[in-house]
């Protein structure tokens, strides 16, 4: 948190309080809805009330062993290694292409490469559709891991170019002109400091898939059914309180990431520090 220095004047002080003020009121805001539904998933009544009748397990119980939501829970994960796995590799490889200097047209691929994070995802969802259809990958575990692919690249490409943007290309060279080839130079030189960028971009790209049910709905068949599609249907089917235990574990899953991510973009930070 930014530190006021000794000889502040009053007015500095108050504006840093009320800045601090209004910061608080704004996260309060963005979280009350998800802090209103984590409560729901102890209740120990059937229907979503408040306050409380009572505090119960049960609806936790039933999501880890309710064979619905256990086996939408595997598939959720195995799709979102997949699709890590592959968003990694390739948005890893495009951030390493859009770095070197005089790439052409680099501004033009980045806006490309991010487009699927400002284009709506259910347009997204409807052209990979199509396209798909017409490859034969509609309905087919492939296909909904090349879709969430596509939405989590950008996430790569972003956390690995920035991270890239303070590597001292010196080392490369010196690498090559001691006669080291070109793979020994990336995994020796380079990937030792673009790995807190990749891991980061990774863990973007598994949350991102992980939370996605819009392109699943467009390209899922009906039995392929992942964690957040099974909340999508109980919602519309039948709404249980295990739906408040299935989000409030998405909750934390997310938030256990993110924190991770935020501690990996402090250790670059330190490591790039001490080089310089």
């Not at 409380?52 to 086996?71: A, H, I, K, M, V």
């Not at 495009?94 to 991010?114: C, E, K, N």
């Amino acid at each position: 948190m930014y530190e006021l220095p000794s000889h502040a004047s009053p007015v500095e002080r108050v504006w840093k309080w009320t800045f601090l003020a209004i910061c608080a009121a704004i996260l309060l805001f963005l979280i009350a809805p998800i802090l209103t539904i984590m409560p729901l998933s102890f209740s120990s009544e059937r229907f979503f009330t408040y306050p409380l009748p009572g505090l119960s397990l049960q609806w936790y119980e039933d999501f880890f062993t309710n064979e619905r939501w256990t086996s939408a829970l595997f598939t959720s994960f195995l799709i979102a290694t997949a699709t890590t796995l592959l968003a990694t590799v390739l948005g890893t490889l495009a951030a390493l292409g859009l770095s070197r200097p005089g790439f052409p047209y680099r501004t033009l691929v980045m806006s490309i490469l991010i487009s699927p994070m400002i284009v709506p995802v259910v347009i997204t969802a409807v052209g990979l559709f199509f396209a798909f259809a017409w490859y034969g990958v509609v309905n087919t575990y492939p296909g909904i891991v090349l879709a969430h692919t596509v939405l989590a690249v950008p996430f790569v490409v972003i956390t690995v170019t920035a991270t890239l943007s303070g590597f001292d290309r010196n080392l490369a060279r010196a690498a090559a002109s001691l006669g080291a080839p070109p793979i020994m130079t990336f995994f020796k030189v380079t990937l030792p400091v673009i790995l807190p960028g990749m891991i980061s971009g990774a863990l973007f790209a598994f949350v991102t898939s992980f939370d996605e049910v819009v392109t699943v709905i467009f390209i899922a068949s009906p039995e392929q059914r992942t964690l957040p599609r099974q909340m999508f249907s109980g919602i519309r089917e039948e709404i249980s309180p295990t739906i408040t235990a299935a989000a409030t574990v998405l909750v934390l899953v997310s938030s256990l990431l993110l924190l991770t991510v935020e501690l990996l973009r402090r250790r670059s930070d330190r490591l790039r520090g001490i080089r310089g």
